[in-house]
């Protein structure tokens, strides 16, 4: 529905002043068949927000309408593949060929692109195979509480300081 709203990219905007934050420190996810619904006021909506620097990606991509042609007009940063297609990819042989396809496709429309719900090591090392950008997904991590995820990321920090010591 806030998509459909004009006034969205100016209440982030105001929101950012508000929480001293940086545009571009925030990513924003849309649904594929979010975008759809109204695709004339998405893509200005969508525009302005690119503006405003924040980055964009079209969440469980594959899921919706699939309707390539909104690609080329809406400015979106990454393309994110749905976790029913990776949890199939030893089992469904379809499901990798289109993992390969979405890829290709982002590539070629410079996009990045993020594989959910990683969870066993044969997905990762398939999508690593394939030059997937970037994974997510259990076999990282469960989901964790805001205070869990900054004392295990101050622990990395410390861990790779510690080693760019040595």
Known sequence: RL?????????????LEVWFAASGSIGLEITESALIRDLEQT???????????FALAIDDFGTGYSSLNYLREI???RLKIDQSYVQNIKSN???????QAIIAMAKSLNLDVLAEGVE?????????????????????SKP???PECEKLMREYALKKASEDVK
């Open 3 to 15: 998509l459909n709203q004009p006034e969205l990219p100016r209440t982030l905007a105001h929101k």
């Open 93 to 99: 042989r379809g499901d990798d060929v289109i993992i």
């Open 43 to 53: 893509v200005e909506v969508l525009t302005e927000l690119k503006r405003l620097g």
């Open 75 to 77: 400015p979106v940063d």
């Open 120 to 140: 066993t090591q044969d997905q990762l090392d398939f999508l690593r195979k394939q030059n997937c950008g970037e994974v997510q997904g259990f076999l990282f």
């Open 144 to 146: 964790i509480t805001a």
